[in-house]
């Protein structure tokens, strides 16, 4: 399956987060932890809802946390 | 696994046994009073194939219960699957339909005589598709990478 164009931190926020399961980010998003990993694994590209309840999570800003790539290469993980 | 997953996973085990056991029985029935008698039987045989198609269906929501309710189980990813493998279900029911219409239903007209076999295979046509798109679209095995 080709890369989502929307590229995310969220594996690397979540463990910068007190090592945050993806059961208690999808609890706290109101999904299933299916779609979490769906998510961080680029398969699934969440709706906007949905992306501001996943960065509402961590506490950060949208942009923080997903990054738009036109041609769907991975951005500079800092 | 979620409960979209193993409500299809359960929807083509049932198949699968109604099938194997449809075909034993059908078999041994044909062995035992000829073919021609059970080729007379077979619009009753699919009207009992429309039931099972609907107890397969109703079961399959009730076995699939919530395990937590506090939980989600159902978000915006399961209803984009189940929207798909509708999709996909509607059209193998509408093509299966009008195949069996066309292969049954010479110039002179469709015999009623065909219709619980018509209606029968649709809807399990339908319902296979639906459950195989469902657990096509969750990746191998229905895991979705899940360690």
Known sequence: ???SEIQNRIRRLRFDHGEMTQQQL?????VTRQTIIAIEAGKYAPSLPLAFRIAAAFGLPLEEVFQYTAN????PDD | MNRLQKMARFNLIAWAVI?????VFVAL??????????ARQLPGVMKMWLLATLAVMVSSECWAKRQQPSRVEFDERDRIIQIRALHCGILALLGVFLWMTWLLAPS???VSFWIP???GSAAMAGNLVYSTAILIQY??????GEK
Request: hydrophobic residues 50%; proline residues 3%; aromatic residues 0%.
């Open chain 2, 19 to 23: 099938l194997v056991l449809g075909a």
């Open chain 2, 29 to 38: 029935a044909a062995a035992n009073v000829g073919a021609g008698d059970v």
């Open chain 2, 117 to 119: 076999v018509l209606l």
């Open chain 1, 72 to 75: 769907g290469d991975a951005p």
């Open chain 2, 139 to 144: 990746g191998r095995g229905g895991t979705d």
């Open chain 2, 108 to 110: 002179e007209g469709l």
């Open chain 1, 26 to 30: 999808a609890d706290k998003a109101r």
């Open chain 1, 1 to 3: 399956m080709a890369k």
